[in-house]
């Protein structure tokens, strides 16, 4: 019969993308996830995955069994934070996604400060990409998301929380550190480390950009603000990110400086559109908010 493992590592596959990143998430072994995989689509008689380029594509099929699955695993999410309430007289519990930088910065603060003065609340704090942030909010598994815009879905409630921009972090000792705004043609004699181009925050960079005349030397391209951030730091070239991260966790040496022409980025809130609230979490969200500059 089907057992529950393998609908978990079926679930894995479909919002991670690839076998590789299921192993990771369920930390499992690759060759435990394809077999899991291949005895599940023996026992329905379908094939749920095609190979195609080197990536799994899932199927129509595996399509349609998702919408159920997902309710199978937030409604497991739901009892396992419900039962963690009752065990040994914990008084709150709180799951929160966040995606990168904004994890690492503004909202890893809040949770900290916040159990400061409420040590009784568990916090479960996982930093995820958005479409993840997105999916598990939409299911329930989270009762919080953060995340950059644009958020579109049925299934939850949006709200801004917070606003930065592209902006630009150098050495204090650069030349440029002496701008108090800095242009992109002042960036054309220098290496750029930046986002890759499938993150994103791609779009807002190439915007930046634009002009091909005045186009910057990208230098180093990666997935993640800390990343770049800590390239920069050890002389890679001048990091053009979003600028929350910096603010939260300004790092010693550096400096920012904000791009022009100025290009703004939303934060934003996410709560389940059918979920129950409950009062430490009202809390949390107020000081979240109030956390945010």
Avoid: W
């Avoid at 899932?58 to 199978?72: G, Y």
């Avoid at 990168?100 to 409420?118: E, R, S, W």
């Avoid at 958005?130 to 598994?141: F, G, K, Q, S």
């Avoid at 915007?207 to 005045?214: H, M």
């Amino acid at each position: 019969m089907i057992n529950l493992r393998q609908i978990e590592v079926f679930y894995a596959i479909m919002r991670a993308g690839s076998i590789t990143e299921a192993a990771r998430v369920l930390n499992v072994t690759q060759p435990a996830v394809s077999a899991a995989l291949k005895q599940l689509e023996a026992r329905l008689r379908m094939k749920l995955f095609d190979r195609a380029g080197g990536r799994l594509q899932p199927t129509p099929e595996a399509k349609a069994l998702l919408p159920d699955v997902a309710e199978i695993f937030g409604r497991l999410g739901a009892v396992e934070r419900f039962s963690a309430n009752l065990a040994g007289g914990v008084r709150g519990v709180l799951s929160i996604a966040a995606s990168q930088p904004l994890c690492d910065g503004f909202v890893a603060k809040a949770v900290a400060t916040f159990i400061t003065k409420h040590p009784e609340v568990k916090v479960s704090l996982i930093s995820l990409a958005t479409p993840m942030v997105l999916d598990r909010v939409a299911n329930r598994e989270a009762d919080l998301g953060i995340c950059y815009e644009p958020i579109v879905s049925p299934a939850v409630q949006v709200s801004e929380i917070g606003r930065f921009q592209i902006g630009c972090i150098l050495p204090a000792r650069h030349p440029l550190a002496k701008k108090k705004a800095i242009r992109v043609h002042d960036l054309a004699a220098y290496p750029i480390v930046t986002y890759l181009p499938q993150t994103l925050l791609r779009p807002y960079i190439d915007r930046a950009f634009s002009d091909k005349s005045a186009a910057p030397r990208l230098s180093v391209g990666t997935s993640t603000s800390a990343t770049a951030i800590m390239l920069t730091q050890h002389g890679a070239g001048v990091a053009v990110v979003e600028t929350g991260l910096f603010s939260a966790r300004p790092v010693p040496g550096l400096v920012m400086r904000p791009l022009e022409p100025r290009i703004e980025l939303k934060a934003v809130l996410l709560r389940p559109r059918q979920g129950t609230g409950s009062k430490v979490l009202d809390q949390f969200t107020a000081h979240l908010r109030a956390t945010f500059p």
